[in-house]
Structure formats: structure tokens, C-alpha cells
């Protein structure tokens, strides 16, 4: 069951699969994304057009949480590119939180770790609270 809605024409043309789930959560400033299942190719395009979404309604600050995310290819890395690039142009700062080991060292093997800021545990969230 997939757990977001899609609020455009466009995003509804791209159905979820069933394997990844991506709730936002809003807080005062910032917003956060859990993600769950496989950044894969299959999920990219859904991906894709949910961040957009979410983008223009979040505070300045996007957090995506990795800690759920099983594995992630080079289209799901593309979707998190691009959703950095996006951010920028609207001002808001993305950060990762929390990726699993197979999508850690895909960020460390492909030096997209040095592109998006990465926040190895939960520990951003500590940060944001405080």
C-alpha cells in the first residue's frame, strides 16, 4: 500500500510501487521524508515527482530518512541528485539521514557522499530539537 498521495496530474500518471512508502512529515522549518523499501529504477519516477511536491511545501530544511531504504541504484542516487539541485534552486537545505549500509557505501563509492550532505545515524535530529 503505498502511503502518500499524489497532489498533481503528473505525479498521478506515476503510480508508487507498492514497495516504497514515503511519508512526510512537517515540523516547524523543516520537513521530513521517511523512506522505505528500494531507490530503484522502478521507484525513481514516483520518487522523482513526490520530492518535487514535497519541496514546495517544506520549511527550509528537508530531511530524507534513509534508515528504511534496503538498497537504492544509480536511479534512485540520480532522483536524490536531483532533489539536492531543486532544493538549492528553492532555497531549502537537503540532507540525508541515517542511510543503511548498502546505500552508504554506494554514496561513498560513487563520491555522491561529498555532494549531498549525508548524517550517518539519527543524529541530525538531535541537532534540529535542540
Do not use: N, W
Request: net charge neutral; glycine share 8%.
Amino acid at each position: 500500500m503505498t502511503m502518500f498521495t499524489a497532489s498533481t496530474a503528473v505525479a498521478a500518471l506515476v503510480p508508487a510501487p507498492d514497495e516504497v512508502r514515503m511519508p512526510a512529515h512537517r515540523r516547524p522549518g523543516h520537513t521530513i521524508v521517511a523512506l522505505t523499501g528500494a531507490l530503484d529504477g522502478a521507484a525513481a519516477p514516483a520518487l522523482r515527482e513526490h520530492l518535487i511536491g514535497v519541496l514546495r511545501r517544506s520549511g527550509r530544511l528537508l530531511i530524507l530518512d534513509l534508515r528504511e531504504v534496503a538498497s537504492a541504484d544509480a536511479a534512485g542516487l540520480a532522483v536524490l541528485i536531483g532533489a539536492q539541485r531543486r532544493a538549492a534552486e528553492l532555497g531549502v537545505t537537503l540532507h540525508l539521514a541515517a542511510p543503511g549500509p548498502q546505500v552508504a557505501k554506494l554514496l561513498c563509492v560513487t563520491g555522491f557522499d561529498r555532494a549531498l550532505t549525508v548524517h550517518p545515524t539519527q543524529d541530525l535530529y538531535a541537532e534540529i530539537a535542540a
